[in-house]
């Protein structure tokens, strides 16, 4: 069963502050993505990485994939407050029957403060 | 709006009762999807349609749940005999192959509370 945790799961930082946000799973898979939850609100796609080594960056925020080290991580740069929200990564099933379910992790609740 | 659409945003019902939710989709997508989230957890996946075909149900699914796409297009998801563990957040997911993959689009989602 694919399993994927991420680390912080509460993070509290100062504006103008980096940070990374680490994101593991249990099984191979080559997609991976990042969603923005905001409270009481629905999931927004942020970044879709779909090979090992993809690199994506928006804004403050940049999102990489390891398929070797199962590992995802989102970095934020100079943190503000609009950035305040809790984030998902979640792992696409094994590539035969990919697009099917997405295995989400616990989420990061990131807060951050003036 | 072109987005994912649900409805109702909230519903609240007493134990034992039945329950309906709509989703219509993005209009081009042929894939469906419904998750559950509960409060500070990620959605958890319940089942998937391409167009209307049900591919994969997951084992949270119990024997009172039952989704439907009966014409490739909106889908329903019912609870029969709500109970009180049945109280989450049902958000519906869209997505068509493209270069992004199969990105899933997230409706607003439905609200449950069962009393």
């Not at chain 1, 609009?82 to 990061?108: K, M, N, P, Q, W």
């Not at chain 2, 469906?32 to 949270?60: C, D, H, I, M, V």
Request: hydrophobic share 30%; charged share 20%; net charge neutral.
């Amino acid at each position: 069963e694919l399993k994927v945790e991420q680390n912080p799961l509460f993070l509290s930082m100062q504006e103008g502050k980096n940070y990374t946000i680490y994101c593991n799973y249990s099984t191979t898979s080559d997609r991976l993505y990042w969603y923005r939850q905001d409270p009481g609100k629905s999931l927004e796609s942020l970044f879709v990485l779909l090979s090992n080594g993809a690199v994506k960056q928006e804004g403050r925020l940049m999102a990489s994939l390891d398929t070797k080290a199962r590992l995802s991580t989102l970095h934020i740069t100079a943190a503000v407050h609009d950035l305040s929200a809790t984030y998902f990564c979640a792992v696409d099933t094994i590539e035969e029957t990919s697009g099917s379910r997405l295995t989400f992790g616990e989420g990061t609740q990131l807060t951050v403060n003036p | 709006d072109t987005g994912v659409s649900q409805d109702p945003r909230h519903k609240i019902t007493k134990r034992g009762q039945n329950v309906t939710f709509r989703c219509d989709p993005i209009s081009e997508h042929n894939r469906l999807y419904w998750y559950r989230q509960t409060l500070g957890q990620g959605p958890e996946f319940l089942t998937y349609f391409q167009n209307e075909a049900q591919l994969e149900k997951s084992r949270l699914l119990s024997d009172r749940f039952s989704a439907e796409r009966p014409k490739g297009s909106f889908s329903t998801l019912e609870i029969q005999r709500t109970e009180q563990g049945d109280s989450a957040m049902y958000l519906c997911a869209s997505s068509s192959w493209g270069h992004r993959g199969y990105e899933q689009y997230f409706g607003p989602g439905t609200r449950l509370t069962v009393t």
